[in-house]
């Protein structure tokens, strides 16, 4: 089975850095494309930062010079470097996957793997 299991979240002030990570497992890391989304409470979930198999990257446009997705294809890892964090940056975090690429990044319904989400919390 595929499993996409986040960790890394936490609370931190504004300006402080986090870096979450993705553990992959089932599949291979470098054949998909990747995606960080974030749902802060009350709102719908919105795409943060997106990685082609290639390393092509895609980045919303509120964390564009702030966030960093990145992989370790030999552990079978996705990363993503949060720094200057500001309070809308609240919510929890998901890793999302692609087998077959997408043609909307920022769009859940284009991801068949999820994981199960880590909280940050900046105030």
């Known amino acids: 089975d595929v499993q996409l299991v986040e960790s890394g979240g936490d609370s931190v002030q504004p300006g402080g850095s986090l870096r979450l990570s993705c553990a992959v497992s089932?599949?291979?890391?470098?054949?998909?494309?990747m995606a960080w989304f974030r749902q802060a409470q009350g709102k719908e979930r919105e795409g943060v930062a997106a990685?082609?198999?290639?390393?092509?990257?895609t980045y919303a446009d509120s964390v564009k010079g702030r966030f960093t997705i990145s992989k370790d294809n030999t552990n079978n890892v996705l990363y993503l470097q949060m720094n200057s964090l500001k309070p809308d940056d609240t919510g929890i975090y998901y890793c999302?996957?692609?087998?077959?690429?997408?043609?909307?990044?920022?769009?859940?319904?284009?991801?068949?793997?999820w994981g199960q989400g880590t909280q940050v919390t900046v105030s």
């Open positions: 089932g599949y291979t890391l470098p054949k998909y494309y």
């Open positions: 999302a996957a692609s087998t077959s690429g997408v043609r909307d990044w920022t769009r859940p319904a284009e991801y068949e793997y």
């Open positions: 990685l082609e198999s290639d390393g092509s990257t």
